[in-house]
């Protein structure tokens, strides 16, 4: 068991035995003592406490938490000792401080990394730095990216995200890891008095200070005006389109020909229970838009003009009240609205029972509101929906296939809808009316269903399911695929299959030789 000294070395904490401690003190003593004699020592002493801190960060992980004597003299001997780079004749008189370290068989190679060469700088110091990594001249990476830029156009985009990316060296072991060298007291040494002695370093600096300020300045001044401008556009535009929807005659969904099948209007007016929910519903999206589009208002003009709201705090603070009571409006409407939705109602309807016959023929009367040539799964919900003063046209029934129970045709309607009670869902239902007429053993069904107006939108379906016995025939007429439904075990039904005859075998529809 070893006691341990908790010391602080450039900013971070570490655990080291304490006769590890003591040779690194007596070390970095005699190394702060003797730096006061040479130019430059305080920074020269602050790179080699950082890479100290380094190289004992380097020694430890999960398994070591301690420094100990081993880890002391490698540092050591990787930053080299005093008196073989910084001491005068005289100090061999003062032998008695050095650490006793042996560093003839320890061998360390510099960890080269890529830095912006900011000392040969011609603007950011980029190409400079990839040509250091890659020892190349740096007229070299600077060409290549003239022709990027005059080749292709991405120079420019390129070397900004390069001059972001790539750090600046922050001291001069960054330097001397950009070059590949060593971070010892050596190359320290002389690496401060290159970059003091580099007048071309304050001078590269100066100018690419300038040229970031001009380029900068110029570039987010026009970036401003163009976005002040863009700001006022997109404010304007959104309020005209704000405006023609709450006024205009626009349509959720608007073919070529500029048909509307359902305004947005009526279709508030039938999704809401009353006109005040209505009202309510549109104050709050008004108040939600007006706000964002009120500040891209203000903000654009502000950037075009440069002038400074006095009122800003007070703008702000109303813009956000605003908007937060338009999104309290709208959820409690949603709130209330989804409660009509919260139950649900179905009740089947038997029309017919064919018996007697080995075959049936089914078709869909002609659609004189939408068109009889739709296929049921190739439109829009909203496409098929027509309000009309009394009522609400809906173009699309579903038709499915099932096999009989019994040896029978059977033809059953099922209507569902939803409420606010299960009450409320049934007597929606009941007031849905689809129309199926049958002539011997030929039937026909109404491409579309309607409901009163007054029972707004609450999920009104009308499902048909046709039931055919075991090994009997069904044949579907030229128009049946405008309400006819897909079903998981119709799988081998041919979908071309107007005028063609199938029967019913298992639980599928095979096609009838």
């Not at 999960?62 to 540092?75: F, G, H, Y």
């Not at 089947?348 to 296929?375: A, M, P, Q, R, W």
Request: with cysteine; aromatic share 14%.
């Amino acid at each position: 068991m070893k006691k341990t000294v908790s010391v602080n070395i450039s900013g971070f904490i570490f655990n080291i035995e304490e006769e590890a401690y003591e040779v690194m003190l007596n070390y970095l003593n005699t190394l702060k003592e003797h730096l006061k004699k040479t130019e430059g020592g305080d920074e020269i002493y602050a790179d080699i406490e950082a890479r100290i801190a380094e190289l004992f960060q380097e020694r430890l992980n999960e398994n070591k938490q301690v420094i100990n004597d081993a880890d002391t003299s490698e540092v050591i001997a990787i930053i080299g000792k005093p008196e073989e780079y910084l001491f005068d004749e005289d100090l061999d008189s003062e032998n008695d401080s050095e650490p006793n370290v042996e560093t003839d068989e320890f061998e360390y190679e510099g960890e080269r990394r890529v830095f912006r060469d900011t000392d040969n700088a011609v603007i950011g110091g980029v190409c400079s730095g990839i040509a250091r990594y890659f020892d190349l001249d740096p007229i070299i990476i600077r060409l290549a990216f003239a022709l990027l830029f005059f080749g292709f156009g991405t120079g420019v985009l390129l070397y900004i995200i390069l001059w972001i990316i790539i750090p600046e060296p922050k001291n001069n072991a960054d330097r001397l890891r950009m070059h590949g060298k060593p971070i010892n007291m050596e190359n320290l040494k002389e690496q401060f008095h290159k970059v003091k002695g580099n007048p071309k370093r304050k001078k590269n600096a100066h100018k690419t200070a300038e040229f970031a300020r001009e380029v900068g300045g110029n570039f987010f001044g026009v970036f401003g005006k163009v976005l002040g401008f863009g700001m006022i556009f997109f404010a304007l535009f959104f309020t005209v389109v704000l405006l023609s929807l709450a006024f205009g005659n626009f349509g959720i969904f608007t073919d070529e020909d500029g048909y509307n099948s359902v305004t947005i209007m009526e279709f508030s007016n039938l999704a809401f229970q009353s006109s005040w929910m209505t009202f309510f519903a549109w104050m709050g999206i008004v108040f939600v838009s007006l706000a964002p589009i009120i500040g891209m208002l203000i903000w654009g003009v502000q950037l075009i003009t440069n002038a400074k709201n006095k009122y800003a705090k007070a703008t702000n603070w109303s813009l956000s009240i605003v908007f937060s009571v338009g999104w309290i409006i709208l959820i409690l409407v949603g709130i209330y609205t989804a409660r009509e939705f919260s139950d649900e109602a179905e009740f089947e309807e038997g029309l017919y029972n064919i018996s007697n016959t080995e075959e049936i023929y089914i078709d869909v009367k002609e659609d004189e509101f939408f068109s009889s040539h739709i296929d049921y799964e190739d439109f829009e919900v909203m496409e098929l929906i027509q309000v009309h003063e009394e009522y609400v046209l809906v173009g699309y029934p579903s038709l499915s296939i099932q096999q009989s129970p019994d040896t029978n045709y059977h033809v059953i309607t099922v209507y569902s809808s939803r409420g606010i009670t299960n009450k409320s869902a049934i007597r929606k239902a009941e007031n849905i009316v689809y129309d199926i007429d049958k002539k011997g053993n030929h039937i026909y069904f109404s491409p579309y269903y309607k409901f009163p107006k007054e029972d707004k939108f609450r999920g009104q379906t009308v499902e048909v399911i046709v039931q055919v016995p075991a090994g009997k025939k069904i044949t579907f007429g030229p128009n049946s695929s405008r309400i006819l439904n897909r079903l998981d075990d119709d799988r081998d039904l041919d979908y071309d299959r107007v005028n063609k005859t199938y029967e019913m075998r298992g639980k599928r529809l095979i096609l009838a030789d």
